[in-house]
T-cell receptor
Framework: DAGVTQSPTHLIKTRGQQVTLRCSPK?????VSWYQQALGQGPQFIFQ???????QRGNFPDRFSGHQFPNYSSELNVNALLLGDSALYLC???????????FGQGTRLTVV | AQTVTQSQPEMSVQEAETVTLSCTYD???????LFWYKQPPSRQMILVIR??????QNATENRFSVNFQKAAKSFSLKISDSQLGDAAMYFC???????????????FGQGTILTVHP
């Protein structure tokens, strides 16, 4: 079982650019949630995808968008990058909303 | 909205000793789940232990146990016989047991860095 896999592991982007992060959920899981973790802080919920639709969203601007594919994998897109978007982006998968969340190792995004 | 607070930014413990990490939370819900996650330098969040609010009995998982005080909205983690591999950032997290707008969203505290001294 490969668990939750995220790519890439590290990324450096310039302010104003756009970025796409990818996540493959644990086998058998159908729900993907994305979290942003600033350095030294706890993760903050961005949004959750289920059945290819955004089901819930945290307090993040529209520059953050996502997508879920028929195979349950997901993408997180961030447009018009700001320096403050530099963070570790974590993907978590579950079966629906009620099982344990399994996390990937995250993507470290640095905006310069 | 639910909030989770960890008031200890850093804690340290000697190998083989016991340490307790504190967590308080605020919610108006009656049924929910509480978790402790461990995040080592590898960055991957690992579930340590889970507590269901409707259960009176405190959860235990090998050397890890919790002290769940529902009325006080307190959820502390006790690590017994600490090992060098326990060194990590520990996060307390809340999840509603209801569907609706919560849909399994985790609300995390700010974290506690645990250092284990040999």
């Amino acid at each position: 079982d490969a668990g939750v896999t995220q790519s890439p592991t590290h990324l450096i982007k310039t302010r104003g650019q756009q970025v796409t992060l990818r996540c493959s959920p644990k086998s058998g899981h159908d729900t993907v949630s994305w979290y942003q973790q600033a350095l030294g802080q706890g993760p903050q919920f961005i949004f959750q995808y289920y059945e290819e639709e955004e089901r819930q969203r945290g307090n993040f601007p529209d520059r953050f968008s996502g997508h879920q594919f028929p195979n349950y994998s997901s993408e997180l897109n961030v447009n018009a990058l700001l320096l403050g978007d530099s963070a570790l982006y974590l993907c978590a998968s579950t079966v629906g909303s009620y099982t344990e969340a399994f996390f990937g190792q995250g993507t470290r995004l640095t905006v310069v | 909205a639910q909030t989770v607070t960890q008031s200890q930014p850093e804690m340290s413990v000697q190998e083989a000793e016991t340490v307790t990490l504190s967590c308080t939370y605020d919610t108006s819900e009656s049924d929910y789940y509480l978790f402790w996650y461990k995040q080592p330098p590898s960055r991957q969040m690992i579930l340590v232990i889970r507590q269901e609010a409707y259960k009176q009995q405190n959860a235990t998982e090998n050397r890890f146990s919790v002290n769940f005080q529902k009325a006080a909205k307190s959820f502390s983690l006790k690590i017994s016989d600490s090992q060098l591999g326990d060194a990590a950032m520990y996060f307390c997290a809340y999840r509603s047991a209801f569907g609706g707008t919560s849909y399994g969203k985790l609300t995390f505290g700010q974290g506690t860095i645990l250092t284990v001294h040999p």
